[in-house]
């Protein structure tokens, strides 16, 4: 049987479609609305470094020429748009014999049946990678699936990292100056940019042991409405995440324990968890420009200096009926253009 003789109903325009069609639905970060997304036709990103310079203007009579606006020389960065291709294959045996339940009948399976279901596990495989990219920006440090360091934001933009330890295992520590130290270098280095808030994503550990420290619990307790607060300490369900939320000191700590399966230094696959123990990263929140997600076309003639989408989806039939092999990929760019700004938490002790 040759491929061009059996009448596929679909189309890489259809399949890439319907795809993007299916809801994100995993991922607190993409649920936080943190990033901005833009589709692009290039591979290449340039980013534009320009510090704006703020000052307080000089009082003039009316009619007087403008104070001259201070520019400040600027420096372009060019980043590439990483590329995630995956294969999938539907075979006869996927399909043959097996019954799908509809209301109170079954019936035969079918390749329609079978495709939907291929359609959302292809959605949720790219939408884990770009939740863990958009992990991985706000840490500074952008890895693949094998562990692979596809950018160190610090090193791209010449920056250095920052962290506070909060020494949590101590009872004497400043929390409270632990907060504002925290506060006061991601506003520090915002240089221009606005922000609304600051968050912390800790794991369970960090979380625990913060809320359960004595000058926390000291802080809180001197009222009724504190011993509610920390007796019923809110959830939000977020992205699939039911994590507790806790603000202190105008930041707000949120808990994520979100995984995904990835290889180790041995190429075994582990379930990475996006937090390690002990551990946060800060970041300010309702930026303008900080935070950005930009998706380029695909490597495909066929989509050539178009407007990048999320995912596509490229259909091949096999010879002889053997089945449909699906050809997925994304290529997203997610990226903090001010590394300065993130501020990574720990407990040593």
């Not at 589709?39 to 340039?46: D, K, L, N």
């Not at 409270?176 to 808030?197: P, W």
């Not at 603000?247 to 290889?263: K, T």
């Amino acid at each position: 049987m040759d491929p061009e003789d059996f009448n596929f109903p679909y189309t890489h325009v259809d399949l890439t479609e319907q795809v993007n069609r299916i809801p994100n639905s995993y991922g607190l970060i993409r649920a936080m609305g943190l990033f901005d997304n833009e589709g692009t036709i290039s591979t290449i990103v340039e980013i534009r470094i320009e510090n704006g310079v703020l000052r307080v203007l000089p009082a003039k009579d009316r009619g007087a020429p403008g104070t001259p606006a201070q520019r400040e020389a600027g420096n372009t960065i060019f980043v590439e748009v990483p590329h995630f291709p995956d294969l999938d294959l539907i075979s006869p045996q996927d399909i043959q014999n097996l019954m799908i339940i509809v209301g109170r009948s079954k019936r035969p399976a079918t390749l329609d049946d079978e495709m939907v279901k291929r359609l959302a596990n292809i959605r949720n495989n790219h939408d884990i990678t770009l939740e863990y990219m958009r992990m991985g920006a706000l840490k500074g440090l952008i890895k693949d699936g094998n562990g692979q360091t596809i950018y160190n934001l610090y090193e791209v933009f010449n920056q250095t990292p920052q962290e506070v330890d909060f020494l949590l295992g101590t009872d004497g520590t400043d929390v409270i100056a632990k907060c504002d130290q925290v506060f006061q270098k991601v506003s520090e280095n915002l240089r221009g940019e606005t922000m609304s808030g600051v968050e912390v994503l800790v794991d369970n550990t960090f979380f625990n042991r913060l809320i359960q420290h004595p000058k926390v619990e000291k802080y809180w307790t001197t009222n009724q409405a504190g011993i509610q607060a920390i007796a019923q300490m809110e959830r939000q369900n977020l992205g699939g995440q039911w994590g507790r939320v806790f603000d202190f000191q105008n930041l707000r700590f949120r808990e994520y324990y979100g995984s995904a399966p990835v290889r180790n230094v041995n190429n075994e696959v582990v379930n990475e968890r996006f937090i390690a123990t002990n551990e946060g990263h800060a970041f300010p929140t309702g930026t303008r420009d900080t935070f950005k997600t930009w998706f380029a076309p695909a490597n495909d003639v066929r989509f050539v200096n178009t407007v990048g989408q999320d995912i596509y989806i490229s259909p091949d039939i096999l010879k002889h009926g053997a089945g449909i092999e699906l050809k997925s990929e994304s290529n997203p760019l997610a990226i903090c253009k001010r590394p300065e700004v993130l501020i990574k938490v720990k407990s040593s002790n």
